[in-house]
């Protein structure tokens, strides 16, 4: 509503007209338009209309419009303030009753005890060959949703890159080199660098161990994939852009992330396919317990961790504006 | 049983684009661009040919996700509705991609256009997603797809008022999500089921035995408000004219036809398959929406009539027009639901078209779209002036085009349930559609109003790619117009297959 009503004309068809060739706001005030309004951009003030006679407007004193729409607006934010407020408080309760209403927590007799979750923990190391059942459940039963987890954070990391990252030939947007942040970067910390020196590695392995063991122990490709990541970071903020770029940079997210992404949705492309037509595939559960084991897992689990890892990392460079 | 490999093309809709998209995000611009075409023309001909298949088919299937039978996997379902829907998408998303690359050209930097394809794709796999899921879970994830990619395609322009409406939409779209997975927590914790056959019977048994009525209840609340956000139905709709409005056309495009469609085509299976018409018509909920569709149509119409920008007097129409489809669904008969999904298509087809062929009316170095500087654009850019018209003729339900189709359905629909609320539709039916003509003919006289000197338009490149899609779309809208008869006999028994 920042643009300034300029076209009070006293007759219907005059407005009509203005309203034909212009495009007049005057109807706005029948639609209560006011948090739209409020935060879209300034229109420009039109110009003055040529086919309309000038001296058929009849301006109402501006101070006087000024002040009916600055009323119009504080009455609406009220209400809108006081309705917010109030159906917060209405579902609120509405949640409040519907949790009591649920099946009671911990019952033997609930409806999720039923034939899905027992055959998931009954039989799912023997079918899926994962020991760490949850994995089997992610990665083997429900292998789609997970298709669909990593692709979600694929995305993510799709629009931090394309809201974030600097462009190189991006030759309007210069000025934004200097917000780039690595040329701020801290001096050396000794005390950072030697620590850093000592955690990254084992930070890296453990990241590694969780996602190699996923489907034997606790953890799998996010949590192991985000542990990583932080040892990434953590070197990163240590040795600064210049010296991480040697071994993690844009190209290297690009490699990983494309390989694990379309690694994934191969296998799993496959592995769909095969099961749908019931065809034989050379996918087996093996041993239990082994590390090679549990058919794809394993390495379904390679490709999160590294989707998780990469995102985590970009994640942390963009956010500080500048590139990887 | 054993499937045929016809069965299998719901998978590939799915996986082709979800699979590549990774692969697209690092190629060079141009390679990208292809790629993405490419794909999208890839699933248009397998949509095209699925549909001819399970045309003659003639009955749903489902397709296990892996070697578990039902309740342990993830599964996907087809029918005659799922693949007519599928194909629209993937169709229109095609066609949108290529009649908004002049735009792209000049609104995003060559480096981004890679990323933007990516998100493109992602999008065109979250709608098959949907479109096929036979899980409650899996539309959840793809849900979340679609949103973050939405958000972004707004954002992309990277001006202010577009970063604006990307934060507003995202907020919007996000407490959407959370309702919507309030609502599959709670189903699960009901029924113990993600797959929306198993969630079915178990609802069932539920509602004839009366227990668990309250929680039942808010779980109908919280979905169908989580999805009537996301698509903007009319109180909801404040994120709107600002996500349409700034985007680049081919978001615009895409966002208006296919994004909130597929939210559309989610609910409508939440409503038929997972808890069932006649439990949903207890609730009561038919009737909000039936009245806050009716509150849209009005509301949309009226303030379309006040803006006096091209892209936002579009960006109100469509809450209108959500308006209709909701009002379809909120009628809860077998023909109000046959009206909204061909409402749903018929829109997909025309309000893209009326995008990406206003994208070619933009006037000024900068692409001007207020109404003061577009006097005589039609007729400086006369294919797609044409286009507009063709799209502005079949919103307002001119016969042999779309949305006569249905219009008409929608209004027999009515007239067939009477009553107050058959009325009601009537009477809203008949004044939004005056309201159209009024604010697309005001559009329509201005675009084509002869000056003393054309308007000049923005040099853009990809003039032949931009032709064949507005041509594309509005023969489009011409066969959704003529077909209709097919169309509507594809949609009936699709939705009979639904249960």
Sequence with gaps: ?324 | MSLALWQSIPLACVLLPLGSAALTAFLPGRWARRWCLLALALITGLSAVFVLRIWSFGRSYTYPMGHYPAPWGNELRAGPLEAAAGLVFALVMLLSMLGGLGWLDRHIAEEKHALYCALMLLLCASLQAQVYTNDLFTAYVFIEIMTLAAAVLIAVRSSGPALLAATRYMIMNLIASALFLLGVILLYDLTGHLLMEPIHIKVQELAASGAYHLPLTVVVAVMASGLAIKSALFPFHTWVPGAYGTSTPASAAVLSGLVSKGYIFLLLKVFHRVIGLETIAQTGIGDVLLFFGLAGMICGSVAALSQCDLRRMLAWSSVAQIGYIFAGLGLGTEAGLSAAVVHMLAHAACKSLLFISAGGLYTGESGDTDFSRLSGAALSAPLAGAGFTIGALSIIGLPFLGGFTSKLALAQAAAAIGGPGGWAVLICLILSTLLNVLYFFRALLILWKRGETAPGHPPLTHRTASGLAVTALSLLNFAIGVLAVPLLQLVRSGLGLLD
Aim: net charge positive.
């Design chain 1, 1 to 324: 509503m920042a643009r300034v009503r300029n076209d009070f004309e006293g007759r219907r068809w005059q407005r009509f007209r203005a309203w034909l060739n212009e495009g007049d706001t005057s109807l706005d005030s029948l639609l209560m338009d006011a948090v739209d309004g409020r935060s879209s951009a300034p229109q420009p003030a039109p110009s003055a209309p040529e086919s309309a006679d000038p001296g058929a407007v009849n301006h109402l004193p501006l101070s006087a419009v000024q002040a009916r729409r600055a009323r119009a607006e504080k009455f609406s934010r009220g209400l809108y303030r006081t309705l917010a407020v109030l159906i917060c408080f209405g579902l609120i309760g509405v949640l409040l009753a519907t949790a009591a209403a649920l099946p009671p927590f911990g019952n033997p007799d609930n409806p999720v005890h039923n034939e899905v979750s027992r055959r998931y923990i009954e039989q799912g190391m023997a079918e899926t060959g994962a020991v760490n059942v949850v994995a089997g459940m992610i990665l083997d039963y429900r292998a789609f949703d997970t298709l669909g987890e990593s692709n979600v954070l694929f995305t993510a990391a799709c629009a931090v890159l394309i809201l974030l990252r600097l462009g190189v030939s991006d030759r309007v947007r210069r000025w934004e080199r200097d917000l780039d942040a690595r040329l701020y970067e801290p001096q050396n910390d000794a005390i950072l660098q030697t620590l850093a020196r000592f955690l990254t590695p084992m930070a890296l392995l453990f990241g590694f161990y969780i996602v190699l063991n996923g489907h034997l122990s606790p953890g799998g490709g996010f949590s192991g994939g985000a542990v990583m990541g932080a040892g990434l970071i953590l070197y990163l903020n240590a040795f600064g852009y210049e010296k991480t770029a040697r071994f993690m940079n844009y190209r290297v997210f690009q490699t990983a992330s494309c390989a694990a992404l379309t690694f994934y949705a191969a296998a799993k492309s496959y592995s769909f396919f095969t099961g749908a037509n019931h065809l034989p595939s050379f996918i087996n559960a093996g041993i239990p317990g082994m590390l090679f084991s549990a058919g794809l897992i394993p390495y379904l689990n390679i490709a999160v961790g590294l989707v998780v890892c990469c995102t985590m990392y970009a994640f942390y460079t963009l956010f500080r504006k500048g590139d990887m």
